[in-house]
């Protein structure tokens, strides 16, 4: 299926829109006023649930295996989930995370 230029450009300027009206909306009709402690107790959670569902996919089908599981990414991803249980802290588990997901990639391959 082939797109021309001016639905893709439709598009684009649509879901730019869209997103800003979102932002808008939160933020603009909000704006300098206290949020109920109920509203930032859930806000806390957001890049706990967003982060997930963005790795995921990456990690289960990864593009550069042609979506195959691959078991340096699931090994990396495994022990990134080990460490951040272990230690705590994200810094170690990005790092931590990397390391691993480096050293499986040039002993396994």
């Not at 939160?26 to 206290?34: A, C, E, M, Q």
């Not at 802290?89 to 790092?95: G, K």
């Amino acid at each position: 299926m082939s797109f021309t230029d001016a639905q893709i450009w439709t598009v684009i300027i649509g879901l730019g829109l869209g997103s800003y009206l979102l932002r808008l909306s939160f933020l603009g009709i909000v704006g300098n006023r206290d949020l109920p402690e109920w509203v930032l107790r859930h806000l806390r959670y957001t890049a706990v649930a967003v982060m997930p569902g963005m790795i995921t996919p990456l990690i289960l089908f990864p593009q550069a295996t042609d979506g195959t599981l691959d078991p340096v990414r699931m090994g990396a991803a495994v022990a990134t989930v080990v460490i951040s249980l272990a230690t705590r802290n994200a810094t170690l588990t990005i790092f931590g995370g990397a390391a691993v997901l480096f050293a499986l990639h040039f002993t396994i391959g």
